[in-house]
């Protein structure tokens, strides 16, 4: 039952009386209404008719925003003209139905709330690869017990848990009282008491999970799955976890799950050892998630390591050493899982090994977790449920046609690329039509099946289709560029099982992809003047979504904006600080202060690059954006393109104003993460026109003039590129020169000199790092502006991915300090500017409108690099980051132990 509040408002629109009625959460007609396909709380919350951000709410069902929900408000009358009835306030994220006008709770709409709020609990942000957190500080102390807490003992209700030959004289002590004096008692679903008691509990447990065994090995597969699974499975679990020496009790439930359970799930009177341990696997590791009784064996001693931290005098330190023993806990079970299925594949014949592997990737297995509700239809029945398991171990599912439609033999296979069963052209239809609805949210003049321009004398590649009657599958206006940039797209669905295709999954999806663009793409460039995506799926269902690997739309000329906040949010310790709210939200600061709003727009965009549960692989920026143009005055615009590095300066600097930040180094999350300090030797250079002994004298005697030494903290180091070859070589060509990233980081090292001249004198600057940061930024100078015009140098910078050492740019007096410590940094993103368009000459004309950025970042988990320009995520070798014209680089400094 969930409790529902109904609103009556006047005619003013304005609630004047609230009823509480008592309804069931199914009682909601309209829920199945919702798509959640066409939300997106990416942008600024404004009612789509008046424009206003008060009381605005989205509705679920087309996803526009609309205000109020009273009689003739926008929201009221949108619900009446189109038959949508489920909105939600954007503000307080509640549900309501319109117009009846009465609050919807139910567990079924939370994933929405997240979407539009997301919300990261501490382990959470621990899966995003941080290897070190402290836990929450435990403030509230218990320093009384009893009355003032409401407890009030009743002897009647205690029980004293005693030994055997102690029975005697705990009555004598207790004698008078009502106090229950027993040798074992049921505590929290576990048991306290002597290992007699403990035995008879067990007993009685495996006798109950063995009836509930039997039980459901009669009714259908999928239910016996769920219910197993999720119920006494975890049952099963928590005996093994809080109750010891319970192997010999739940081998008896192994022998019922081997023999009954299982056999009644896959329809087959018998499975084999092999295949028993690999259902035992996690899902996520192609199994079905049936554990075994040896994968229980050390639950019960893994309770009793993390049990002992409760044991600390000090509730932090206890708080601390929980956390490590649990993250070294996992990380033993996971190696331990790896080590078992590892095991297990190499006992496996060729094409069970490729099915494991096809159902260990991120997609196919979310279909177990569904719970079989009808209401939704996720309910499947014997056959449907049987044949999805045989498919997904490459068995041979029963009652199989012997002969297809076109005469072949009939084979799981065969019917996955045989044109003549229809259901390649239904599972193509159903994608392409998904695909085409979606777009006519976003897109414009979005056509179905569209006819390419005939050929008129163009001249293409045997690879390149030719025909006068070629059709694509969409074609969309406004998608990757401007309102009227044309883009098409062609959808490709393979069967990973075929001979002909790839056993590796990444080289499958790419082998695809690059025989769609060979077929269409420069056809499409070249007539069509448009952009060409091919969209290439399996059909195992695999969803290649990663959190925090998420595409930035670019709305005209922003990608210099979004490449810093990818860069920004792959910086561990900023991210984490920005995904919790509570962090950021109650800093003070000053009356009609515009940058109050930049941490809380750049927490919330962070939450929805990193939110696992998203509904879509990519994020638009504008919300964020919009904040950037409001705080900077306008200086970095949307609709212009800029320099990313004036951006990131600006960025870390306002962020660090905004969290009140000051010249400390611990006073904001930006400089006890990014800032370093470096000692600068400063000396004046006497004029050159300056030859008699007696006026170098009197300069040498000038206090101006001496050496001079000051620390200055830094955020990032700027390197200078030597200039690029003016003439030509003798092959009439420009040659771009090359460069390692280490001669020029020689700035930093103490020895090297540079002169900055200006209009009265010319100086002397030598520089020498005094502390490093834990990531150091490092920006490659490449533009130059003259009188004319702006000038980049393309020099090829040579840089490796891991191992920068920075010991030998340190100054001599903090030498010593740093011996102890590591030095080295990994790189974990870099930005690339790459010119629009080429010319014959290596130094040309830029204007602010040409060239487009595009960053490099490392996916920590699976360790692949990936390359990211504005919506296009795609992998990239880590060799051929190096050769790109890197501008902004971030680097991780390693920890001692690693």
Known sequence: ?????????????????????????????????????????????????????????????????????GINTPAYVHSGETDHHVFMNLHTLKFFCIPDNYEIIDSSLDDIKLVCNPKFSKSQIEKLGVLERVCRPITDKLEMIGKPFGYYCKPAKCHLIVKKEKFAEAHEVFKGTNIDIV?????????????????????????????????????????????????????????????????NDLSKIEEAVSKRLIPQILGRPEIDETDRSTFSLPLRMGGLNLQKPEDLERNYDRSQQIATCLDENEPDEAAEKQQRLTAKIKKEK?????????????????????????????????????????RYNFDLNKSEFRDAICLRYGWEPKKMPINCACGKQFTVTHALHCPNGGYTHLRHNEIRDFFASVMQNVCHDVEVEPKLQPLQGEIFDKSTTTEDDARLDIKANGLWGSRFSRSFFDVKIFNPHADSCPKNPEEAYKHHESIKKLKYEKRITEVEHSSFTPLVFACTGRNAYRPGIVGL???????????????????????????????????????????????????????????????????????????????????????????????????????????????????????????????????????????????????NANPDYFEKFEEQPFTYLTLDVPPMPLFKDELEQN???????????????????????????????????????????????????????????????????????????LADEVKEKYSKECCVYDLVSNVVHEDEITTESSQKLISDSRGHYKVHVIDRPSQKWFELQDLHVTEILPQMISLSQAYIQVYERRRPDS
């Open 553 to 699: 739309n670019n709305i005209k000329a922003n990608d210099y904006c979004n490449v810093v906040l990818q860069i920004v949010s792959h910086v561990p310790p900023i991210r984490d600080f920005f995904l919790q709210e509570e962090n950021y939200i109650s800093i003070p600061r000053p009356p009609g202060d515009t940058l109050k709003v930049l941490p809380r727009r750049l927490g919330e965009l962070y939450r929805k690059l990193w939110n696992f549960g998203n509904f879509k692989s990519h994020v638009s920026p504008h919300e964020m954006l919009q904040a950037i143009v409001l705080c900077s005055k306008k200086v970095f615009q949307i609709t212009k393109q800029g320099d990313a590095i004036d951006v990131l300066s600006w960025l870390l600097n306002s962020l660090h104003i905004a969290l009140n930040g000051t010249k400390k180094v611990n006073s904001s999350i930006i400089s006890r993460t990014l800032r370093g300090k470096m000692k600068v030797s400063c000396r004046k250079l006497i004029p050159p026109e300056v030859t008699s002994k007696e006026e170098l004298a009197k300069f």
């Open 334 to 374: 996971e190696q331990e899982l790896k080590k078992k299925k590892e095991d297990l594949m190499s006992r496996m014949t060729l094409e069970k090994r490729q099915s494991i592997i096809l159902a260990s990737e991120k997609g196919p297995s979310s279909w177990f977790n569904t719970m079989p509700l009808k």
């Open 735 to 809: 040659v771009i020169p090359q460069i390692a990233l280490t001669v020029l980081l020689k700035k930093f090292d103490g020895l090297q000199e540079k002169e900055y001249k200006t209009y009265k004198d010319s100086t002397v600057k030598k520089f020498s790092l005094t502390k490093l940061p834990d990531f150091l930024v490092i920006y490659i100078k490449r533009f130059y502006k003259n009188n004319f015009f702006i000038e980049k140098n393309k020099t090829i910078v040579n840089f490796g991915l891991k191992g920068l050492d920075m010991r030998e740019l």
């Open 1 to 69: 039952m969930v409790e529902v509040k109904t609103e009556i408002t006047n005619e003013d629109n304005e609630p004047v009386a609230a009823k509480k009625q008592k309804f069931d959460s199914r009682s909601c007609p309209y829920l199945d209404t919702i798509n959640r396909s066409v939300l997106d709380f990416d942008f600024e919350k404004l009612c789509s008719v008046t424009l206003s951000p008060l009381n605005v709410y989205a509705c679920l069902v087309c996803g526009l925003y609309f205000q109020g929900r």
């Open 183 to 247: 040798e074992g008692f049921r505590v929290l679903g576990s048991v306290i008491g002597s290992s007699e008691e403990t035995k008879k509990f067990v007993a009685k447990k495996t006798d109950d999970h063995l009836s509930l065994v039997d039980k459901l090995a009669k009714t259908s597969p999928q239910n016996v799955y769920s219910c197993y699974t999720k119920g006494v499975q975890e049952k099963i679990n928590f005996i093994s976890r809080t109750t010891p020496n319970t192997q």
